[in-house]
Every structure is written in C-alpha cells, then in structure tokens.
C-alpha cells in the first residue's frame, strides 16, 4: 500500500505564481483523473512533483509513503517509487532506447538486470505496445513520432513499475487504435495492485478504457471540484465555463 | 576579374618551402587570431631550437616498409608545399623523415602503428611520409604521448584507386605543444578516412587537408576532441576541391569542461571552377559542459562553380541540454550518469566509426575518464 500526498503545494515558474494550494492524496489501487483547461497548471503540477528545475516550490510539501520528495533529486524520487509520463517526452540524441532503459531498469531497481532477463522484458513489453523492436535500438524518441513517444512512456512506466505513476496527457495526439494500446498497458499496469496512477487528460474518451475512482476539476492553479466519474461526463457536455469564471 | 581569368580563392593561397616568406605571426592574422601564441613555446618565431627528442616506434604491417631517410629524398616533400609559419619551421628542421610505402595491390593484414613519445625538454621537428601505391590498402595508427614541444608534416600520399585508413591520436602529456600537419592528396579513384582524436596537450594546433589530384577522390574526415580546463585544443580543415567529381565529407564533435578550455575548429572548403560535381559536406558540434569553457567554431565554405553535386556545413555549439538530463533522472539515473549518458552518446556516434577496433575502446575509455574527472 502506496499513499502520495499533495499538501497546499505552491509553485511559481519564473516568479510567476502557477499552483496555487493544490491538495490531493492518490493511494495504490486508486486511479485520478485530473481535468482542466489549458494552461490551469496541470503540467506544471506533474513536472512539480517530478522535480523539474524550472518549477520552484513555494510552500507546500509532496509526501511519497512519509518520505519528502520534495527534499529528493529527480533521480531519487523516481528511484522512490514516482513516474512522471510526459506530455512532451524530449528527443536525446546519440542515446539508444535499449541502452537508456537498462541505465535506469537499473537504477530503479538498485542492481543491474540480467542481460538475458532484461531483453525479454524488453521484448515482452513492445510486443504488448506494438511497438516494433527496431525501435531498441533507435535513439531516445528521436524521429518517433507523437503517438511513438507515448508508447514509450508507457513501456518504460511498465518496465520501471513505480508505486505512483504521474500520466500528463498520454492520450492526446492519439488514434484509435494506439489509445486502447496504451489504456490496456495503464490497465495492465493498474492490475499489478500496488500501484495509484493520476492520470490527466482533455478528453473523457480515455476514461473510458481506464475507469477512474475520481475526478478532480483543475482550473486556476489548483483543484475546485471533485466527484466520481460522473464528473468527467459533466465536464464533457458543460466545458469548464463555469470554474474559470469563478478562481478568475 | 577579367573574362579568361579564374576566380581564385582567398583561402590558403601562400605557400612556401622557405621559411624567410612567412612573417612571425603576431595573433592579429585570421590564420593566428585563436591561437595564444605565447604558450607555443617558440614554434612560431624560430626561437624553439630543436633540442629535444620525440621517440618513433614502429609496428609495421607485414606487407609495408618503413624507412628513415634524409632531407634529399625523393619521396620527401612531393605532395605538399608548407601554408603557414609553423609548418615551414618544421619542414626546414627536420633531420631525418620516416617513409612507410604500402607496395601497389598490397593489402596491408594488420594497422601499422607509429608511437610518437615525447621525451620532455626541447622542442623537436618530424616529418613523415605514408605513401600508398595504387590499389593497395592500409591502416595507419599514430599515437602521440609523453611531454614535447612538437611540429611536423605528414604527407598522406594516396595512389590511383587505393585506400587509406589514418587514426591519429593526440593523447600528450598536460604540458605538450604540438603544432601538426597533415597533407593528404589523393589520386584518381582514391579514398581516404582520417579520425583524428585530441585528448591530451597544453596546445594542440593540428591541421588536415586534402588535396586532389584526378577526379573520384573520396575523402573522409572526422575528429573528437575532449577539452578540460587550461586546454587550448585546435583543429583547422582545409579540403581543396580543385578535380571534378571528388567527395569530401568533415565530422568532427568535440566536449569541453572546465575553466578555460578552449576549442577552436576552422573548416574550409574550396570548391574551384574546375571542380564541377563535387559532393562535400562539413559539420562541427560541439557540447560545452561547463562555464568557462569556450568553443569558437567556422565554416568557410568557398563554391567558385555553379555545378556542384551537393554542398553544405553546419556548426553547433551548445550547452547540456537541461530538458534531456532531466528526463534521463526523471527515470532514476543519476545527474552523473545521465550526463555520461548524454556525452557519451553525442560523441559516440562518431567514435564508432575509428576503423579499428581497439582504439574505439580506448577513445570511448578515455572519454568516460575525462567525464569522471
Ligand atoms: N517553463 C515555463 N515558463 C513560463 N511559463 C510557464 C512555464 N511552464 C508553465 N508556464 C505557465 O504556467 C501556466 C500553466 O501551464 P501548464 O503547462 O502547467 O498548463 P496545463 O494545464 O498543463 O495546460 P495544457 O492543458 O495546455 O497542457 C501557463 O500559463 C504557462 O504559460
Ligand atoms: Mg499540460
């Protein structure tokens, strides 16, 4: 049993003030969807908790099991147990997508897998994201494209098994097909136990494929409404009109 | 410019076997301006007397000779006339040059590889020839270590339709100074792959050209260099498209760190009116690690035809790039190890490409070594 707890978390970029009281408790076995228009922070909290250096912490703390993360280096908080899905996963040249999986399979799990056992994790895992297996040795998402990067995100959130996986938009640019693939990997994911997932998105229509436990509506820098599923439904048909008029 | 007239190039157009044609460089010349001066101990100006010692040890491939003759031979000084100060210096020091000849239709079975060791106090002056008959082929490896203020020329002579492997590691001691260069011309048919790797030195000014002598030349040049702190680590190209039909293709990446480290890579192309069809591209990366350390990097690229098959360059210098070491930690891997990541990666891609394969070893362990520093 996993907990992650956000306590009137603040976070400025660039003296600007973005998040503004975001609280939020996501246990293992729960799945959250957060909804919100463009630019109310959504991002801007998942990059927080990961620890991006732009984002800057104004008060607030971000507790994984008891343990600050807060307090923890990017890399530490992921080897906690956190995974960030980006919604813009960046292009590393030169660095193979095999060669940077092992580096962090490693890392994560504190000792180097064995080679055998880790190519057919690896392959395991594509093969489940459809993911073709000439991509292992291609450059980190170089030339991949949109939907491409976010099947990546989801094998490496398999392969890493965090307690706590952040999901930032991994349905958008997605087609059909590619978004059962990924929901499946989420759901798979989900079926493993001991893990919470806070997924973001626009669009209910990944909700359908990942049920959520709860709903949160994000607007202004910090969550205003929560409820169940029933909520996303509400937000399809009536827009956010009436959460932007009031933390305005 | 008169109708029967050709364009001529501004680029390299003096050349000289007599050192009274070329002036004590003062730093304000474009060849000089990157280069600090003082610290060439005297290779500039004739006051380097040539009282040291750089120890040549040859393993040589069966099938090829080597040879130490003196200043009259033939072969010596056939395909090059010195460009600059430094370069004339040395041709007019050197005492003894070493020949290797690959024989025509040799295929050399193994690298022949030259270790240059310098043994400290003194300037020293070498010449070197590395002639390689038509149709045969060869790896050559020189590997230059140990303490020594350094000039030379080495002449890659390659012959109708044969083909040429150089590797040539600059891996000196801190205090080294070296100022080299490297002629290559090419004949008919030619092909020609130079990876040069400079690691090591106070001073390292080291500059490769290519030269055509019939059309087909094919010419591949491609170097990385590690700078750290102090470092002032120069490489100046110069491809002379004067054939029609001829190849080049220039790569060469470079990391710094450290206070005052210093890169400067010059990359020139000429591509003359005669020289119609010419395929040429030059790029010059470079990742800068740290503050302090500086990259100054020029593409010249001069086209004085319309007809050429394809011509380019691109330069880079940048930064770490902060979005990419956050994602690698954001997946575990720790702030070092990402940024070894990275750097390896970025100068990996070109490491694999050093023709033989231990030194891709070493290149790629001296590398991590001076990441761990
Ligand atoms: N690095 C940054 N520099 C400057 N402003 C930023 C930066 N990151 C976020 N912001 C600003 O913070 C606000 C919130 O951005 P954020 O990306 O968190 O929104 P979002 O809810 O994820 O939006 P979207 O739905 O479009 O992804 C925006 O006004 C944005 O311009
Ligand atoms: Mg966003």
Known sequence: ????????????????????????????????????????????????????????????????????????????????????????????????????LRSAVT????????????????????????????????????????GEKKRHEILQMELLNPKIAVLDETDSGLDVDALRVVSEGIN?????????????????RILRYVKPDFVHVFAGGRIVEAGGPELADKLEAEGYEQYTKASA | MGLNEKPLSTLHEKSSYDLGDFDVPTGREEAWRFTPLTRLKGLHNGKAEAAGHVRLDVDAAPEVTVETVGRDDARVGK??????????????????????????????????????????????????????????????????????????????????????????????DDDAVHVS???????????????????????????????????????????VYFVDAGQHLEHRLLVD??????????????????????????????????????????LNRNLILTDGARADSVPNLEILTGEVAGAGHASASGRLDDEHIFYLQARGIPHDEARRLVVRGFLGQLIEKIHVEELRERVMSAVEAELAR
Not at chain 1, 28 to 38: D, F, K
Not at chain 1, 109 to 128: I, Q, S, T, V, Y
Not at chain 2, 250 to 265: E, I, M
């Open chain 2, 79 to 172: 395909s090059f006339t010195p460009t600059d100060r430094v370069s004339a210096q040395a041709w007019n020091s050197f005492e003894k040059a070493t020949v290797i000849t690959v024989p025509r239709e040799a295929v050399a079975s193994k690298p022949t590889v030259l270790t240059l060791t310098g043994e400290g106090d003194g300037a020293a002056y070498g010449h070197l020839v590395v002639k390689v008959e038509p149709l045969a082929e060869a790896v050559v490896v020189l590997d230059h270590k140990g303490s020594a203020v350094y000039a030379d020329n080495i002449e890659f002579v390659v012959g109708e339709g044969a083909n040429l492997k150089v590797v040539s590691l600059q891996d000196w």
């Open chain 2, 241 to 282: 498209h004067s054939q029609p039909h001829c190849k080049s293709n220039v790569d060469y990446r470079g990391a710094l760190q450290g206070d005052r480290a210093h890169a400067v890579w010059i990359g020139d192309v000429i591509i003359r009116v005669e020289a119609e069809g010419t395929d040429t591209y030059e």
């Open chain 1, 188 to 204: 798979r994911f989900r079926a493993t136990g001991d893990t919470g997932v806070l997924l973001i998105t626009h669009y209910t």
């Open chain 2, 181 to 223: 260069h490297h002629h290559a011309q090419l004949a008919k048919d030619a092909t020609f792959r130079s990876f040069v790797v400079t690691l090591g030195g106070d001073l390292v000014r080291l500059s490769p050209s290519v030269a055509y002598t019939a059309p087909g030349g094919d010419a591949d040049l491609s170097g």
């Open chain 1, 107 to 146: 890392a994560v799990r504190g000792e180097a897998p064995k080679l055998r056992e880790f190519a057919k994790d690896l392959k395991n895992g594509m093969d489940a994201l459809s993911i073709d297996p000439a991509f292992a040795q291609r450059n980190l998402n170089e030339g991949f494209s949109g």
């Open chain 1, 1 to 100: 049993m996993s907990t992650l707890e956000i306590r009137d978390l603040h976070v400025a970029v660039e003296d600007k003030e973005i998040l503004r009281g975001v609280n939020l408790t996501v246990n293992s076995g729960q799945t959250h969807a957060i909804m919100g228009p463009n630019g109310s922070g959504k991002s801007t909290l998942a990059y927080a908790i990961a620890g991006h250096p732009k984002y800057t912490v104004t008060g607030g703390r971000v507790l994984l099991d008891g343990v600050d993360l807060l307090e923890l280096s990017v890399d530490e908080r992921a080897r906690a147990g956190l995974f960030l899905a980006m919604q813009y996963p960046v292009e590393v040249p030169g660095v193979s997508v095999s060669n940077f």
